[in-house]
């Protein structure tokens, strides 16, 4: 895994503390593809748990596999007890029991391409489902948004995770939806958008930044930096649009 991947850590409390969670309109849209109750699922780079909680609260049985062992211990802090942890990243996860469901919340894209997805239906029983969501969050005003730009500008050029297949943004299917449009191991690939508008204070929003890669990979200084020139730029309060990309697909039966 990448420096950036494994770059959470020591930001775990942080993590918890500025990221937001997770809609209930999400579980209901899995479970509606479902068409079927999950009984139990698999949880790929579980985070400090804002999925894990999503689904375990709705009867879910979810055994929850993370690689830094500080995001798994802030995880187990607020999942209920139900919930089996695992310290493991994805690409040592042995097949064995198979699952009905399998998710992995704005964590896949640290995952290794080669055999992504044989590795992931081998974890699935024929016909199960899998689940990728998340997205970016970003200011909702574009002068803001540019003013905030222009003051990262020094230290970096972008923040964001780049498309791992090279897809660019506009583009109808976005990742990894158009892997696994290609993948021989699955099928009735879909793509929606849950649109979410939230509001930060300045401080929150800073605190968010804090969270993201390619900020926790600077320097100390550096990120010292940036975020002292972030806050100066921003309004006491900013609004965000944090929409949330899913994909779903179904593990075929005949392979």
Same mark, same amino acid.
């Given at each position: 895994m990448s420096g950036r991947a494994l770059s959470f850590g020591a930001m775990a409390e942080a993590y918890e503390r500025f990221r937001p969670g997770y809609p209930v309109e999400l579980f209901d849209m899995v479970m509606a593809?479902?068409?079927?109750?999950? *009984?139990? +699922?698999?949880?790929? !780079? +579980?985070?400090? !748990?804002k999925a894990t909680r999503l689904f +375990?609260?709705? !009867? $879910?049985? $979810?055994?929850?596999?993370e690689p830094d062992g500080a995001m798994l211990a802030e995880l187990r802090k607020h999942v209920p007890a139900s919930v089996r942890t695992v310290q493991a990243a994805f690409e040592d996860? *042995?097949?064995?029991?198979?699952? !009905?469901?399998?998710?992995?919340?704005?964590?896949l894209h640290w995952t290794n391409p080669e055999g992504r997805w044989s590795r992931m239906a081998a974890l699935l029983e024929p016909g199960g489902v899998f689940a990728s969501f998340g997205g970016p969050i970003q200011l909702a005003d574009p002068a803001v948004q540019e003013t905030v730009r222009a003051a990262r500008a020094p230290f970096l050029e972008s923040d964001e995770v780049p498309s791992p297949d090279g897809t660019p943004p506009g583009h109808d299917m976005q990742w990894p939806g158009t892997e696994l449009q290609r993948s021989e191991w699955f099928t009735g690939v879909q793509q929606s958008v849950i649109e979410? *508008?939230?509001?930060?204070?300045a401080p929150d929003? $800073?605190?968010?930044?804090?969270?993201?890669?390619?900020?926790?990979?600077?320097?100390?200084?550096?990120?010292?930096q940036v975020f002292s020139q972030i806050m100066? $730029?921003?309004?006491?309060?900013v609004e965000i649009a944090a929409d949330i990309t899913v994909h779903l697909a179904r593990r075929r039966y005949e392979q």
């Open positions: 593809y479902a068409g079927q109750p999950a *009984r139990t +699922a698999l949880e790929i !780079g +579980a985070g400090t !748990g +375990a609260q709705r !009867g $879910v049985t $979810v055994i929850a596999t996860l *042995r097949p064995g029991e198979q699952y !009905g469901l399998a998710y992995a919340a704005a964590a979410r *508008r939230l509001t930060m204070s929003y $800073v605190g968010q930044l804090s969270t993201i890669s390619a900020y926790l990979v600077l320097p100390a200084l550096e990120q010292e100066h $730029v921003l309004p006491e309060t």
